[in-house]
């Protein structure tokens, strides 16, 4: 290849995104734990979504996915015309800082937080920042201190991946109103439908001018291999996410999925509920057995370990037993392993198996 052919400056720093596996090989009645999927799935009703899309193939889709942003304005109570569906929420991610971060800019997440903030900004040629958290939760102080002249954007998820801990709505309000006045604060509420009666931080984007939330279809509502998710923000900013979305960003299948999805919202309750109860279930089965974790809010716990070695040692053990879950090294926890709550007979199986693996040390 000529050298005259080469990335933007930036691009060959990203480290590709390591999705989690389904399978492992020679091991049946593999169980997949590793990308906080739901494991009862979308709702019937989306699934019947997905059958009368087959109907509608020959059509171009929407561009302003005016129905889905509808019902998305109608169960949430948002304004519709501040609503931007995309290809997931990594793709709102991504739009984020291609308008918002360049090359001189700094774009500031939390220090164990999600990899596609660092990927995203690498990409628009934004410098990414790592904050440091206390106590495994985001620290509003530690933030603020490392905003200057040169941060762009500042990304939180709440609750937070992979470490399952939240920040009141005290100490979000504060983060926004002490950034400086060029910075955007990015609420990214993946996980926010795990948690009774939180919607994301909807009030702080209604309150001010420089908070965007992010949501995703990829968690609660199942369907995380249809790839679509939607943020929240500022009219201004929502025009100019729009001016850089390609006008087909999402299929019609996508749309109508999408569409039963957030309609059923008795799906949902149900899907948090199991949650909830299978959560506490298996915080404690592992505490018992000496593998603390702190309180999640969300559909995973992270589990952890006296060190990295014996977290690598029990992530081979149930990969063996074929429990599959994610190694969160590449978050910087390497004592940790972080696994997804699944229906009741797999929070059994992992709770069995690292209580063998324990019992063996
Ligand atoms: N934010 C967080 C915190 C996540 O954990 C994930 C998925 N792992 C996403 C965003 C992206 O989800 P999606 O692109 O599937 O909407």
Partial sequence: MSDAIRPQP????????QGGQAHVSGVSNVVKLSSNENPFGPSEKARE???RAAHQLHRYPSTDHAELRAAIAEIHGLDPERIICGVGSDEIITFLCQAYAGPGDEVLRTEHGFLMYDISA?????????VPERERTTDVDALLAACNARTRLVFIANPNNPTGTMIGA???????EGLPEQALLVLDGAYAEYVEGFDGGKALVEARDNVVMTRTFSK???LGGLRIGWGYGPKEIIDVLNRIRGPFNLSTTQLEVAEAAVRDQDWVAKCRGENTRMRAWLAEALAEVGVPSDTSTANFILARFADAEEAEACDAFLKSEGLIVRKTGGYGLANCLRITVGDEASCRRVAHAVTQFKGQR
């Fill in 220 to 222: 609660i509502y199942g």
């Fill in 10 to 17: 930036g691009i060959l720093d990203i480290a590709l995104y």
């Fill in 122 to 130: 690498r990409a628009a040629g934004a410098t990414p920042v790592a």
């Fill in 49 to 51: 979504a997905y059958l």
């Fill in 170 to 176: 005290k100490e979000v309000a504060r983060l926004a």
